[in-house]
């Protein structure tokens, strides 16, 4: 079966980004990134997209999950074969 990609630009921009109120340092508006994450994530759990992360030295991209509390990286996915 297809899976969607989605890429989050710099409201995801790392696997380190996922929980709710991690944004980047230099975000101006924080506020709404952590709003707009809200909207999202629970729909990228629901129908298991895969994140792209741009600027991530680690994951390429990942599946996401939430324990009841937190998002969180589920699973790496390698998408550059």
């Known amino acids: 079966s297809a899976r969607k990609l989605i ?4 409201l995801i921009p790392m696997a380190a980004h996922i929980p709710l109120p991690w944004v980047m340092a230099y975000d101006i508006h ?29 994951h390429q991209a990942a599946t996401v ?9 589920k699973e790496t996915v390698n998408i550059s074969e």
């Open 7 to 10: 890429y989050m630009a710099d």
């Open 30 to 58: 924080p506020v709404q990134t952590v709003q707009e994450k809200s909207e999202i994530l629970p729909r990228i759990v629901n129908e298991e997209w895969i994140i792209f992360f741009e600027h991530d030295p680690v």
């Open 65 to 73: 999950q939430f324990d009841g509390k937190h998002y969180c990286l």
